[in-house]
C-alpha cells in the first residue's frame, strides 16, 4: 500500500522561503510564490513576514514529480496461448481428430465474431494515496485545519510513512499549533533523519519559536542533501541575518545565486541582506536586478521594493 504513493521532494514542492526582515523601517516582505511544480502550493507557514515551504510528496517517486491523484496498478497481460492449447493450429500439421463439417470452430479473435472484448482491468485506487493527496489539497487552498484532518487519518493508518508526518507537520505549523507541530517534525526525522523536506519544515518551525540557531543548523544540513534546491539556502541565509551574521548571509547567497543565477528570490533576499547591513548601492542594485527578473510576476513585493528604492532616492 504505502509503495504505491509517489513522492516529490521538494516540494508539495515544494520549499519554503523565509523573508528577511529589518530592525527598523523593514523592507518590503516578500508574499508567496507559486512553486515551479507542484505537487503541493502551500499557504505561508505562521512565521512572520510568510515563506513558501516545502510540500510533502508521497514516496516513490522522483524529485519535482507532483502527486497524482491515484496510482493504479500495471495492466495484467493475457497469457499466450501454448503449443498445443485448444485453438492453436500449427501449420503443415493435419488435426489429428478433424472436426466434422456440419461443426463450426471457434474464432480466435473475439471481435471477429462480433464479440466484445473483455473489459480493461479497473484502476484501483489506494486510499492511503487518496486520502494524503486530499489532504495535500487542503494545504494547496489554505484550508490547513481540514488538511491536517486529513493528515491525521494517514498518520493513523500508516505511521510509518514519513511524507505523512510531514505534511501533518506543515498543516499543524500553518495554524500556529507550534508545539503539535515540534512533536510531529520529531517524528519525521525519527523516521528519516536524512529527509530534505523534513528538515526544511523543522526549520521553519524553529524559527517560528525563535530559535534562530537551531533552524540555520536545520536548513544547512537540508542544503548539504538537496544541492539542486534553492530553499533550503535562502532560508539559511535568512537565519543567518537574523543572528546578525549579514557577511555570511551575503556568501550563501552569492553562493545560490551562481547555482541559480538570476533566481528572483536570491536576488530579493540579497537586497534585503544589503538593506539591513546598511549598505545602500548594493541594495539598490540588488532591488533593481530583483525587479528585472521578477518581470512582473510578484507585482505586491515588486511595488514595496520600488517605494523602498523611491525612499531611498528622496533620502539623502
Do not use: C
Request: glycine share 8%; hydrophobic share 45%; net charge positive.
Amino acid at each position: 500500500m504505502i509503495a504505491g504513493i509517489l513522492a516529490a521532494a521538494f516540494a508539495v514542492g515544494v520549499a519554503g522561503m523565509l523573508f528577511v526582515t529589518r530592525r527598523a523601517d523593514p523592507p518590503p516582505a516578500m508574499p508567496q510564490i507559486p512553486a515551479p511544480s507542484q505537487a503541493i502550493r502551500l499557504p505561508a507557514p505562521p512565521v512572520a513576514p510568510p515563506p513558501y515551504p516545502v510540500v510533502p510528496a508521497p514516496p516513490g517517486a522522483s524529485v519535482g514529480v507532483p502527486p497524482t491523484t491515484a496510482v493504479s496498478e500495471p495492466a495484467s497481460i493475457r497469457p499466450t496461448a501454448k503449443e498445443g492449447s485448444p485453438g492453436v493450429r500449427r501449420p503443415g500439421r493435419q488435426a489429428p481428430n478433424p472436426a466434422p463439417a456440419s461443426s463450426v470452430p471457434a474464432p480466435e479473435d473475439p471481435a471477429a465474431a462480433g464479440v466484445a472484448p473483455p473489459p480493461a482491468p479497473v484502476e484501483r485506487i489506494d486510499p492511503v494515496l487518496e486520502k494524503f493527496n486530499a489532504g495535500v489539497a487542503a494545504l494547496n487552498r489554505g484550508d490547513a485545519e481540514g488538511a491536517s484532518l486529513l493528515l491525521r487519518e494517514v498518520t493513523a493508518s500508516s505511521p510509518g510513512l514519513v511524507e505523512g508526518w510531514n505534511a501533518l507537520g506543515l498543516a499543524l505549523l500553518r495554524q500556529k499549533r507550534l508545539d503539535e507541530a515540534d512533536a510531529v517534525f520529531s517524528r519525521v526525522l525519527s523516521l528519516s533523519p536524512r529527509y530534505p523536506p523534513g528538515l526544511l519544515n523543522a526549520g521553519l518551525l524553529r524559527l517560528a519559536q525563535g530559535r534562530i540557531e537551531e533552524g540555520a543548523a536545520l536548513f544547512s544540513r537540508a542544503a548539504d542533501l538537496s544541492p539542486g534546491a534553492l530553499a533550503p539556502r535562502v532560508n539559511l541565509a535568512v537565519a543567518q541575518a537574523r543572528l546578525g551574521n549579514f557577511g555570511q548571509a551575503e556568501e550563501t547567497l552569492l553562493a545560490a545565486g551562481r547555482r541559480f543565477p538570476g533566481h528572483p528570490d536570491v536576488l530579493y533576499h540579497l537586497g534585503t541582506v544589503y538593506d539591513r547591513a546598511g549598505n545602500r548601492a548594493q541594495g539598490v542594485e540588488a532591488y533593481t536586478a530583483f525587479l528585472a527578473a521578477s518581470a512582473g510576476s510578484r507585482p505586491l513585493v515588486e511595488e514595496r521594493v520600488r517605494a523602498r528604492l523611491r525612499e531611498w532616492r528622496d533620502s539623502p
